[in-house]
């Protein structure tokens, strides 16, 4: 009797130990490797398209990036949407029938607030810019972040272009937990379904300013890749403790990228890839001095670098 118990506890720790050695062996298999250089469209590509939506991230597959950059937050109803502020902001979005809006009436449309179907019927892409005069006129709206995803994938599959990577920031700072987005955890767990659901958590980077999200992301989803965007003019070894793992990539605003750092960050096998980068000197400087990619509005200028 005591046998006959044992034998089946012992048969199936070794299934559950060869299971998880193959789950394990699947997955790192199927991670494809970053971009040698990663050039990647910011907000889609904000400089030539209205930022955040499904035409500029078709404009930036145009122009051959490898990695589109995108905004993210949730609305009232759960929805993970596509967009870069809390609020509907007054510089590029009108209301529904096409009016502006002023700063003040802007605080009335928080996205957290409302759930999609209203969020949805904002007019964006047909006001001026003026910070981003070449942007093009184009009526759209904010999307929905599984919408966007279906938007490049068929547009990827139809055109047979490269599969691209999806570098996707959660925005959330830690005074606006309940009130302009969701906690941490919520925030990822809504983040990370709709990545699995539409099957790219191996495409997908997960970027935030906020180190609790990536905390959440690392500890849950270890296997879907984490980047530690960087405005602070704290050093790379705070900013790493502070983070408390280590990062796929490290994204600090490109004016505090120094030689050093790239070489302390190397040293870890951390990728560095500075954001906004917006004129070919800064693109071509940055890149010699070592960096791994390059952010910009202006992905236009990519070719240049294939010169």
């Known amino acids: 009797?005591?046998?006959?118990?044992?034998?089946?506890?012992?048969?199936?720790?070794?299934?559950?130990?060869?299971?998880?050695?193959?789950?394990?062996?699947?997955?790192?298999?199927?991670?494809?490797?970053?971009?040698?250089?990663?050039?990647?469209?910011?907000?889609?590509?904000?400089?030539?398209?209205?930022?955040?939506?499904?035409?500029?991230?078709?404009?930036?597959?145009?122009?051959?990036?490898?990695?589109?950059?995108?905004?993210?937050?949730?609305?009232?109803?759960?929805?993970?949407?596509?967009?870069?502020?809390?609020?509907?902001?007054?510089?590029?979005?009108?209301?529904?029938?096409?009016?502006?809006?002023?700063?003040?009436?802007?605080?009335?449309?928080?996205?957290?607030?409302?759930?999609?179907?209203?969020?949805?019927?904002?007019?964006?892409?047909?006001?001026?810019?003026?910070?981003?005069?070449?942007?093009?006129?184009?009526?759209?709206?904010?999307?929905?972040?599984?919408?966007?995803?279906?938007?490049?994938?068929?547009?990827?599959?139809?055109?047979?272009?490269?599969?691209?990577?999806?570098?996707i920031e959660t925005k959330s700072v830690a005074n606006g937990d309940n009130t302009i987005h969701p906690e941490p955890a919520v925030f990822v767990k809504k983040l990370v379904e709709v990545l699995e659901e539409k099957k790219i958590t191996e495409w997908a980077i997960v970027q935030s300013f906020d180190p609790r999200t990536l905390k959440v992301l690392h500890e849950q989803y270890p296997n879907i890749r984490a980047s530690l965007l960087v405005s602070n003019k704290d050093s790379f070894e705070e900013n790493i403790e502070r983070l408390g793992f280590t990062p796929v990539v490290y994204s600090p605003n490109y004016k505090l990228v120094t030689p050093e750092l790239i070489a302390k960050a190397h040293e870890k096998n951390i990728k560095v890839i500075p954001w906004t980068v917006n004129t070919a000197e800064d693109i071509a400087r940055l890149k010699a001095m070592g960096v791994d990619g390059i952010i910009s509005d202006y992905p236009n200028m990519y070719k240049e670098l294939q010169n």
Request: charged share 20%.
């Open 1 to 167: 009797m005591i046998l006959h118990k044992i034998v089946p506890v012992a048969v199936t720790a070794l299934l559950l130990i060869s299971s998880c050695k193959s789950t394990e062996t699947i997955t790192k298999q199927q991670m494809p490797e970053l971009p040698a250089f990663d050039t990647e469209g910011h907000r889609g590509a904000r400089g030539l398209m209205p930022e955040n939506s499904i035409p500029a991230m078709m404009k930036a597959l145009e122009l051959g990036v490898t990695t589109l950059e995108m905004d993210c937050h949730v609305t009232k109803d759960g929805k993970v949407v596509v967009t870069h502020d809390p609020y509907i902001n007054p510089l590029y979005a009108r209301t529904p029938d096409g009016k502006d809006i002023t700063k003040e009436e802007s605080q009335n449309y928080a996205i957290y607030q409302m759930d999609y179907d209203q969020v949805r019927r904002f007019e964006m892409g047909t006001k001026f810019y003026d910070t981003y005069p070449h942007q093009q006129k184009v009526k759209t709206y904010i999307p929905l972040l599984a919408e966007l995803i279906d938007s490049v994938q068929n547009h990827i599959k139809a055109n047979n272009l490269p599969q691209v990577f999806y570098n």
